[in-house]
């Protein structure tokens, strides 16, 4: 189609979700115009509905993905608890942003920006079938030559709501870092012969090499048998390369994590975007640190992302760095004297050979109780998400 009939729709079928995704769909597309991942990064699958009052200076897209129980992240998020990753529903918010700011018109306005208030309060399952991502566009701001497109976002399964997003923002720029802060001299995680570790043992170390990240992704790392112990996500979804220190002061109810991981030109998600890491697996890997975190401290339990206070994006991750850091600062732990789920509240800076690229504030993860669907494919009680329950209703 030509740009003109693309702009005078108000939905997209999964067609042209595909073509658009690929760059096939527009005829005569605007030099420069931004477009929005591929393949297995494409988030919906197409778009219900889309406007723009210029006049009142707000809009909405609303777009649908049809879930299906063998989705390619069941398989790694997590082994014995399938689960939608978080990070793909924030994502999906800067997604929609993207293809609204295309359909607008909005040269280079396809930065992933920020993002505030991210609210994670259920969950999507493999036997789900709707989600629906909605954004409200509050506005679109030019200053400079710069353009800011800001919306709301909330994200719901079947017709539940499971996410909430107070402040979504892309733009034709991103924001400007302050000058970096030198990164603490810490050497990696040496590997050694992998061995399976008691709970007191796992819990004593001070850092974990790739092997030992990697058992414990597959639940093979930790003997405790009757102990519900946390997961990492597995395969694509894994973004913790190494841990290289953990510190924890009981006393003050503080801690630090340094981690890193090895960045490779020929990693699974570059052919899908233009030659940049997504930001959302960079958030992704905050999360699982934290989910590391609480399962050395020895909270039993499932670990699930809560969300964030803030997440400001300030350059891309590219097939040319070498090494990803990730320095966190753990602020606060408590556990529920009701059921003894624990939880933990940190911030965290990203950073691409030594470039700051992300920075979030007020990180929250969950470790909870007998939440786990561990007999997929087989449909259950916990096979479907929306709030989160816990096994048996109690």
């Not at 505030?116 to 999507?124: L, P, R, T, V």
Request: glycine share 10%.
């Amino acid at each position: 189609m030509d740009f003109k009939e693309f702009q005078g729709k108000n939905k997209f079928s999964r067609e042209d979700i595909v073509a658009f995704a690929q760059g096939r769909l527009l005829a005569d597309a605007p030099e420069g115009l931004g477009g929005i991942p591929c393949s297995l990064l494409l988030a919906f699958h197409e778009i219900s509905h889309i406007f723009w009052d210029a006049d009142a200076g707000t809009g909405r897209i609303e777009a649908i993905r049809r879930n299906r129980m063998d989705d390619w992240f069941y398989s790694c998020h997590f082994l014995g608890d399938p689960v939608m990753p978080g990070c793909w529903g924030i994502d999906a918010a800067w997604q929609c942003l993207k293809f609204f700011a295309a359909w607008r018109g909005l040269k280079g306005c396809d930065k992933t920006l920020g993002m505030e208030n991210a609210a994670f309060f259920g969950q999507i399952r493999p036997y789900d079938q709707t989600i629906v991502y909605s954004v409200d566009i509050l506005s679109i701001e030019t200053i400079d030559g710069e353009t800011l497109v800001t919306g709301k976002a909330s994200v719901s399964v079947d017709g539940t709501q499971v996410y909430s997003i107070g402040n979504v923002c892309v733009a034709t720029s991103y924001w400007a870092s302050d000058a970096p802060t030198p990164l603490p001299a810490i050497g990696p995680a040496q590997d050694a012969p992998l061995k399976r570790l008691a709970y007191d043992e796992f819990s004593a170390k001070d850092r974990f090499s790739r092997a030992e990240i990697v058992a414990l992704s597959q639940g093979r790392l930790v003997d405790a048998p009757q102990l519900e112990v946390g997961l990492l996500p597995s395969a694509l979804m894994l973004e913790i390369g190494r841990v290289d220190r953990l510190r924890f002061d009981e006393a003050a109810g503080e801690g630090s994590i340094s981690a890193s991981r090895d960045n490779d030109p020929l990693e699974w998600f570059y052919p899908m975007t233009p030659g940049i890491k997504p930001a959302v697996l960079s958030i992704d890997a905050i999360w699982q640190l934290l989910g590391v975190f609480l399962t050395w401290r020895q909270n039993s339990g499932t670990g699930r992302a809560l969300g964030f206070e803030r997440v400001d994006v300030f350059g891309d991750i590219t097939p040319e760095d070498r090494l990803v850091r990730y320095e966190v600062d753990i602020l606060r732990t408590t556990r529920s004297e009701i059921n003894g789920d624990a939880f933990v509240r940190a911030d965290a800076k990203v950073y691409a050979d030594g470039r700051l690229i992300l920075a979030c504030t007020n990180a929250n993860v969950g470790c909870h109780k007998r939440i786990r669907y561990d007999d997929y494919p087989l449909p259950g009680e916990m096979s479907r998400g929306g709030k989160l329950k816990v096994r048996g209703g109690s």
